[in-house]
């Protein structure tokens, strides 16, 4: 099944966590791996400037690296964060291909560990592939000139290690592709399916779990700050008729207008739901009751203004709005509670008038 794509910010927020213990797992692995690589430098060259700057080289990626796991313990910035990473990681590879260029013509070792080393970073790095695309297939085409330039006498063999380095490297970027795409499906179903779970079916909005979720938020936030906040409540008068002749395939086309009417009469910052089948509720954030009973009265006329055409049929449909203004010791439900007596005891004062009308004919 194909989910909406995940957008890169919410992406990256989604695994910062992970991606952040990932990364200092990634340095401390290339810390350990640095300790033979400095000891193969030691160990093909004599004590002298050349090996005073490349033992002086890897001291500045250990101190980095010690930094860099401390700022990704301690940093929350993400971009800044990957921007360090990726310094990192260039400075790794810059060390590592000086080193290369030092050793013996006929040493071959250290380009099996460039193949590690380029495998580790595209896989293991959680960056994004435009960042780490460029230094590292960078790094294997100079590692391959290399090569062919100081083993030019034994070609064969520099033939097959670059080969390996290229396979390597596109391998990496292959593997490290498929993880990011998997990812981001993962998060896509998954916030598919929170949105089915969050949202009414018929007429996309909030259903009642998810609205009561936000109205639990707000009111705990509104009790905090001693702000005011109220809740309304619109029932459909005549929508069991209409779905019991037309059916409910009219009944949903009836919903859906009905609950984008009532969005154009609400603030941009209300929240809607489906209270029942044929109720809607919405949570009305810093609204005293004055500015309740002006959104109510605006919420009915805008229902209520013009008949709404189903197949051909135009359907006048008619709607009572209520409203409930947070009190001390109110909680979700009882605010709630409060907004649906009030509509039920409206519906039953206007039956009762119109019973009387009919008897007094």
Known sequence: MNYKDVSEENYRSQYTKQD??????????????????????????DVGWTLAALLLLRLSVLAYSLWLIRQYARVENVPVLDRYALHWIVMVLLTQFISNACLPR?????YMVDAWLLLMAF???????NQLRVPLFAFAAASCFLLLYKQASTFSLAAS????????????????TYVHRYRRKLLSAEEELER?????????VANWREFMRVSDVELQRHTRLGKQLSVLVLDLSDFKHIND????????????????????????YDC?????????????????????????DRAHATVVAMPISVSGREMKISATVRTATLREGDTALSLMRR?????????QEARQTVNLEAVSV
């Open 123 to 129: 896989i293991s790095l959680p960056l994004a592939l």
């Open 245 to 268: 002749v037309h059916g409910p395939q009219v009944g949903d086309v009836i919903l859906v207008e009905v609950s984008r009417r009532v969005k154009r009469a609400m603030r941009s």
């Open 196 to 204: 089915q779970a969050n949202t009414d079916p018929v007429t996309g």
């Open 339 to 347: 907004a649906g007596e009030a509509l039920v005891r409206h519906e």
């Open 20 to 45: 952040r213990a990932q990364v200092r797992r990634v340095v401390r692995i290339m810390l350990w791996a640095f300790l033979p690589l400095a000891l193969v430098d030691i160990l093909f060259h």
């Open 106 to 110: 006929d040493y071959f070792g250290h």
């Open 272 to 296: 809607i739901a489906r209270y029942s089948g044929e109720e809607f509720c919405v949570l009305l954030p810093e609204a005293s009751a004055e500015d309740a009973d002006r959104i109510a």
């Open 161 to 176: 290690v670059v080969l390996i380095l290229p396979a390597v490297a596109i391998t990496g970027h292959a593997v490290a």
